[in-house]
């Protein structure tokens, strides 16, 4: 690997806390909670903030990595291009360390502190986004975000363990949920910046398989997310607050999606209005769907439903 600059800037917290992807922790750290939350049981407060702590160590530790190896792909890509690595302000090493030492903190911090089972999983979350996808999957198959979406799907199942222990039905359906709505979500996002993904050689579905055939995967994942959103409330895993809000988000979900699977003719980057409107909503809707579980919990343990 090379340094993508001829001039090596000085490195500085910023650098190192943008490497953590503060934007997509964010989601991460939010699931895991909200999972933690709507687990029955108690966890002391001081672990619980532990627990959440490892994840959002975790998350960032594997982002690192991630462009600690992707910084050549990073700095051909408008998208990417400004990030730390491209823009010579962090030597590669230095990414890595970073990286490496943030994510084995993570996971030994959880192990102690939390339970072995839930840092085994958070262990497996880091090696699954770092190595599995980033490494393996992204630049070799059109399948890699669809494989690839279980890194984002743990969350909420380490912060379920977190607190009781234990995995059930439950908590795998909150990881299937972010699992399925990962492709949906990111073959939007692809869609409008197809081109990057296309000069550097990256096999998204858009690139590999052509916009349409990712049009009509991405309406036919938005259907399946319908009925699997509201899974935990058919189970009896919740009451209906969460079960009414999952089918109306997913609902409105799989109505964006249409316009977009059976838009006629592709634009521009500039003019993907229903591409853009569905990623946006996309991220809004896992934030809410998550939010109405935790809802759906307080209120049962307060005994008003």
């Not at 994840?55 to 594997?62: E, H, S, T």
């Amino acid at each position: 690997m090379t340094t993508t600059t001829a001039t090596q800037l000085p490195a500085d917290w910023r650098d190192f806390f943008a490497l953590t992807k503060p934007r997509v922790m964010s989601l991460v750290v939010f699931t895991g909670l909200c999972g933690m939350i709507a687990a029955p049981g108690h966890i002391h407060p001081v672990l619980g903030f532990t627990a959440i702590l490892c994840i959002a160590m975790g998350a960032g530790g594997a982002a690192a990595l991630n462009q600690w190896w992707e910084a050549d792909l990073d700095a051909g890509m408008k998208r990417t291009a400004g990030r730390p690595l491209p823009q010579g302000r962090m030597d590669r090493t230095s990414a890595r360390d970073f990286g490496v030492g943030l994510s084995a903190a993570s996971v030994l911090l959880m192990g102690l502190a939390i339970g072995w089972l839930a840092g085994v999983i958070l262990a497996v979350s880091i090696f699954y986004y770092s190595v599995v996808y980033t490494i393996w999957l992204k630049p070799r198959t059109p399948q890699n975000i669809v494989i690839g979406g279980g890194a984002g799907a743990f969350p909420p199942l380490i912060g379920w363990v977190a607190v009781t222990g234990d995995i059930t039905l439950m908590p795998v359906l909150l990881f299937a949920i972010i699992f399925f709505w990962t492709p949906p979500h990111f073959w939007a996002l692809a869609l409008f910046v197809k081109s990057d993904y296309a000069k550097v050689g990256i096999p998204m579905m858009p690139v590999v398989a052509g916009e349409a055939s990712t049009r009509k995967q991405i309406l036919a994942y938005s259907v399946l997310l319908l009925p699997l959103s509201a899974s935990p409330w058919f189970i009896g895993g919740t009451g209906a607050v969460y079960g009414i809000a999952a089918l109306a988000l997913s609902a409105l979900f799989l109505a964006l999606s249409v316009p977009v699977a059976f838009r006629r003719k592709a634009g521009d980057e500039d003019s993907m209005k229903p591409e853009k409107r569905l990623f946006a909503y996309s991220v809004f809707y896992l934030f809410a769907l998550f939010a109405a579980l935790v809802a759906d919990r307080l209120l049962s343990v307060q005994g008003i439903i």
